[in-house]
């Protein structure tokens, strides 16, 4: 693929544009000049690296490669590379991919000794000359057309990390209910626990700054899937703008990711990543000052909050206690439950809204507590749950189950429903994005 003259400008997309990140270190000379482009084609690089991450792919290797090297060809206006980075395969990928490099112009294999996706993007991109990088999923589960919409704000300057999203509005997306569920719920937690404001860091399509990459890349640690994550949290917090493109996303039945590793390898880094920015070990402050972006407040802490919400919820549960003694009697166990939990659930959602997320006034107050009713449905549906679970094994046993053991029960299913309500509270209500 030859550098084109003259740079043919697709609809709706600006690729040409003044670069607002300022002499910064190595690659950053690309940021400084006026058009990214046209200093790649002076230098004789590529203005964008694409990066495809490998493990014994064999299967569909070739045929990835063909279709994005034939893209890129046809649908690019300026110079790309295909980079193959082959995680120590040991089927035939190697030999495939070596195949390719030689037949096709613009397409490279780098080989590593050790496995991990975080660990290859970090090598490639690490030593690639061009300005613009980016990486895909063999699979290319993704829609090509999503790929200039991608890249097209970093080269204008106007963005510093492109990601695609299957959780955005005008995303199409087929896939399993499993990986669906689970997809949400991890970025839930990212909200939740690090206050993220990015929809989607698990899509396999993401492209950074050059100059961006080598400021940030030193303080990612993670390996393996976790890297994504990691990378985007740090950009967030360093005050970096973060793109998103809503993109056409069909799952591959084949995938062979360990889920249960990959979510437990994720919370360790969710965890990781807390304890980094509280002690102050991840430089956050330094990195936006290196990078020259308009560093963004903090978000607040989140033991501070949890603090708080725990006072809340204390106060609460007591109050639901002593509600649901008092009507027990008069109309039985889940109706009881279900008064105590919409009183103590109104109340809980007003302190909280003060006291542990600090919204004041009434913008968004109506919003705040319907959706915090919906929060009280979930908490309702657990401890509902539980009661019902006590009684269909007393019924079985055939013992009517005692007052205490049945108050035991609900106030150990409301205590997991607190914690439930607190990540649905921090990551969902009262997110920082929505409450600004």
């Known amino acids: 693929m030859d550098v084109m003259t003259d740079i043919a400008v697709s609809p709706g997309i600006d690729w040409e544009g003044p670069q607002h990140v300022e002499n910064t270190a190595g690659r950053a000379q690309f940021a400084s000049r006026p058009n990214v482009v046209r200093a790649a084609k002076a230098a004789g690089v590529p203005v964008l690296d694409v990066v495809i991450p490998v493990f014994n792919e064999q299967a569909a290797l070739a045929d990835s490669v063909r279709r994005l090297h034939a893209h890129l060809s046809e649908q690019f206006p300026f110079r790309a590379r295909i980079t193959v980075a082959d995680n120590a395969s040991t089927d035939a990928t190697p030999r495939i991919a070596a195949q390719l490099a030689a037949e096709l112009s613009d397409v490279r294999v780098v080989r590593l000794d050790e496995k991990g996706r975080g660990r290859a993007l970090h090598a490639v991109w690490s030593a690639s000359d061009a300005p613009v990088l980016a990486y895909m999923d063999v699979d290319l589960s993704t829609g090509l057309s999503a790929l200039a919409p991608l890249v097209a704000p970093l080269i204008s300057g106007h963005s510093d990390v492109a990601i695609g999203t299957r959780l955005g509005r005008g995303s199409r997306v087929i896939r399993g209910a499993k990986r669906e569920f689970i997809s949400r719920c991890y970025n839930l937690i990212l909200k939740s626990a690090l206050a993220a404001g990015f929809s989607d860091a698990q899509c396999g399509f993401k492209a950074i700054r050059a100059d961006v990459a080598g400021q940030l890349l030193p303080h990612v640690s993670d390996t393996g899937w976790f890297f994504d994550t990691e990378l985007l949290v740090l950009a967030e917090r360093s005050g970096l703008r973060i793109h998103e493109v809503p993109v056409d996303w069909v799952d591959d039945p084949g995938s062979t990711v360990d889920l249960v590793a990959t979510a437990t390898a994720d919370l360790k880094g969710i965890g990781r990543l807390l304890r980094g920015f509280a002690s102050g070990s991840i430089p956050v402050n330094t990195i936006a000052a290196q990078l020259g972006s308009a560093r963004t407040t903090a978000p607040d802490s989140l033991l501070r909050q949890a603090v708080r919400f725990g006072t809340v919820g204390v106060v609460s549960t007591v109050a639901y206690v002593l509600l649901f003694m008092l009507l027990r009697a008069g109309v039985g166990a889940q109706a009881a439950n279900l008064f105590a939990l919409l009183i103590t659930a109104i109340g809980n959602t007003a302190a909280n809204r003060r006291f542990t997320f600090g919204v004041g006034g ?75």
């Open 362 to 436: 009434r913008r968004g107050m109506a919003r705040h507590h319907v959706e915090g009713l919906i929060v009280f449905a979930i908490a309702l549906a657990i401890t509902s749950a539980a009661l019902a679970v006590l009684h269909g094994l007393s019924g079985v046993v055939g013992i009517e189950p005692h007052r205490v053991l049945e108050l035991v029960v609900l106030v150990l299913a409301n205590l997991f429903a607190t914690v439930v309500r607190f990540v649905l509270l921090r990551g969902w209500v009262f997110h920082a994005r929505r409450t600004r």
